[in-house]
């Protein structure tokens, strides 16, 4: 499968300040990946797909100013939360999909997951 | 939109038991994908189904297609204290629905095992 790497693992962070969290692709182009979030003992909820070299589109619900996604190259997408509060402490969760870049498999591969805490 | 049920939502067996989860969609899906997740990790695959009735093993797990392609189960054999955590479905519909990602997520089953 697809290997996926998220840095950091986890980052405790200063109300009002911005964090970085980065999603790297390790093992082929990826053009298109995902972000989660994901509460405590809850499912994944899908925020945005971020897409190389355009515009990320986000679900419905979830601020574009707020999480900023860059999809600068094939293998790396970063997720920027910015002016961050304690309400958006969580886990944040990247995937990639190895059948949209023509692979035949319907999977889905997730990164190792970055918790941000939020002072 | 799709729906899909997991259950149960969570269980407390003894070490050596065998496990059986479920997944039940308001819909025909395609692909079936079950996921386990650590405590502070990410999801990783488990196993992929992709044809109704394709029953699917990695090791002491075994995964199956329903028949109906509406139902997806999860069995763990003779449960060992690693195999604690939660495990997810997740199913991609037929013609269309679930996010973006194409995908539709169970709310997991939390796994716990007693020594």
């Known amino acids: 499968g697809a290997v996926v790497s998220q840095h950091p693992s986890w980052v405790i962070c200063k109300s009002g300040t911005s964090v970085k969290i980065e999603c790297r692709s390790l093992?082929?182009?990826?053009?298109?990946m995902f972000w989660y979030r994901q509460f405590p003992k809850q499912s994944l909820m899908l925020m945005a797909t971020?897409?190389?070299?355009?515009?990320?589109?986000?679900e419905q619900g979830v601020e574009k100013d707020k999480f900023l996604i860059n999809h600068a190259s094939l293998t790396l997408s970063t997720l920027t939360v910015t002016s961050a509060h304690p309400e958006d402490s969580s886990f944040y969760i990247c995937s990639v999909h190895p059948g949209l870049a023509g692979v035949n498999t319907g999977e889905l591969f997730f990164g190792e997951g970055s918790r941000l805490t939020v002072l | 939109g799709q729906q899909l049920n997991q259950s149960p939502q969570s269980m407390f067996i003894q070490e050596g038991e065998d496990v059986s989860m479920n997944c039940t969609s308001s819909?025909?899906?395609?692909?079936w994908l079950w996921y386990k997740q650590d405590p502070g990790e990410g999801p990783v695959l488990l196993i992929a189904l992709y044809k109704a009735g394709e029953l699917t093993s990695n090791g002491r797990l075994t995964a199956q297609f329903g028949i109906t392609r509406k139902d997806s189960f999860l069995n763990i054999s003779a449960s060992i204290p690693s195999d604690v955590g939660i495990y997810f479905c997740a199913g991609r519909g037929m013609y269309s629905g679930g996010g973006a990602d194409g995908l539709t997520f169970g709310k997991g089953t939390h796994l716990i095992i007693q020594p």
């Open positions: 093992d082929f182009q990826a053009t298109t």
């Open positions: 971020s897409n190389e070299g355009s515009k990320a589109t986000y």
């Open positions: 819909s025909i899906f395609n692909t």
